[in-house]
């Protein structure tokens, strides 16, 4: 979703989507969920690079569609993974503040200031209820992580998730603060991904599925070019209610009903195919995040300098080369020297601004308290600059 309006398209931070952007040893690290999440964030930039071709390719708005469909919902159900661990302790909620409030800050002012020229829209106003661009989605993390330990007391948290997010699609009064129209409508996401285990990812590794997921992607295809005249592909934004969209209000949660269970298929066949050792671009995959929020500016600016405007980019070869570019650029936005030059923003050190209680001294017997070391192969996500 390219558009400024404040709302748009995926990936969590380097300590959200991965739990930490920290290049660890292999070994520390399960290459699939890197892989995962590399393949997953070029295909946000390619999409959005597609966005102002859909006018005039329908096949390129089908395969936009196609997507919106799935890459979204994946994002966010490796968040919820990710975030099992998360608890209302001082430590975890310290994490939170740092590796998603703060660069939301960082993001929502930067992204304003920057729409302002590229849109011509110079009083357009920095407010932080309001996101703008792909900020959403760091708003929408901030409140699904704050929840965690609530999804995790209750006996039935996916049935109570869809219950919530279902209805979202027929009240306009929810409004866009904090984007909350969204972070209730892929609620069911994050709260799936909190209940997976390890071995239902392996489940959807298996020879059978991987087997299926080519025939599912092609008739998803087939039916994205069909629909692609007949519809809009705002319903995979899950940003509207559906009188917005111009559909009766009982149309909204059948729409949005059946558009979690293509999405969630999509989901399935996507990871069956993510290879599972490493691979050379399987290091990039610690530094989505900096992908995600560093090529929208791109995306706005590329409008605005009228790199669309030649009649070849709108044609079949043009097409491709744009592809292939925005493949790149996602690449490049992973790599460590552009995460040590953007790591200011992304994965602020906020240290000096939380209090650090002194150390209690153990009982005596227990041993020593633990040390660095110690702390950081605890469970939950961790943040640090990269090297």
């Known amino acids: 979703m390219s558009d400024t309006t404040r709302t748009a398209a995926p990936g969590r931070t380097a300590a959200t989507i991965t739990g930490s952007s920290r290049p660890q040893a292999a070994a520390q690290r399960d290459a699939f969920f890197d892989n995962a999440k590399y393949l997953a964030i070029v295909l946000v930039v390619v999409a959005h690079a597609w966005e102002p071709l859909r006018g005039g390719s329908r096949a390129v708005t089908a395969a936009y569609m196609v997507v919106y469909a799935f890459h979204m919902p994946a994002f966010i159900i490796v968040s919820g993974y990710f975030s099992r661990g998360f608890d209302w302790s001082a430590r975890r909620v310290e994490r939170l503040v740092t590796g998603v409030a703060v660069p939301y800050v960082i993001f929502e002012t930067a992204y304003t200031l920057f729409t302002r020229w590229t849109d011509q829209v110079p009083d357009r106003p920095i407010t932080l209820l309001n996101p703008l661009y792909l900020t959403w989605f760091l708003a929408a993390l901030f409140i699904w992580r704050l929840t965690t330990p609530l999804w995790r007391l209750v006996r039935w948290p996916v049935p109570l998730a ?59 295809l087939a039916v994205a070019y069909w629909a692609a005249p007949r519809t809009s592909g705002a319903w995979f934004f899950d940003r509207d209610t559906a009188g917005e969209l111009g559909a ?45 929020l560093l090529h929208g500016f791109l995306a706005q600016g590329a409008k605005f300098w009228g790199w669309y405007d030649p009649v070849w980019i709108r044609q079949p070869l043009g097409e491709i080369v744009v592809t292939l570019v925005a493949a790149a650029v996602g690449a490049l936005l992973c790599t460590p020297p552009v995460r040590r030059l953007f790591c200011f923003a992304v994965e602020p050190d906020t240290s000096w601004a939380f209090r650090r209680e002194p150390a209690a001294e153990p009982p005596r017997g227990t041993g020593p308290a633990p040390g660095p070391k110690e702390l950081d192969a605890m469970p939950g996500p961790r943040r640090s600059h990269p090297r």
């Open 248 to 292: 009766p209000f009982w149309y909204g949660p059948v729409m949005t009903v059946v558009l979690y269970g293509c999405s969630l298929l999509l989901v399935v066949c996507f990871l069956a195919w993510v290879p599972r050792r490493p691979l050379w671009f399987t290091v990039l995959g610690a530094g989505t995040l900096y992908a995600y």
């Open 162 to 220: 869809l219950a919530i997010g279902v209805p979202a699609t027929i009240s306009p009064e929810i409004g866009n603060d904090l984007a909350l129209q969204r972070a209730l409508q892929f609620l069911p996401f994050f709260v799936l991904g909190l209940c997976l285990r390890p071995e239902h990812f392996r489940l959807v590794r298996h020879r059978t599925v991987r087997a299926l997921a080519a025939p599912v992607f092609v008739v998803a």
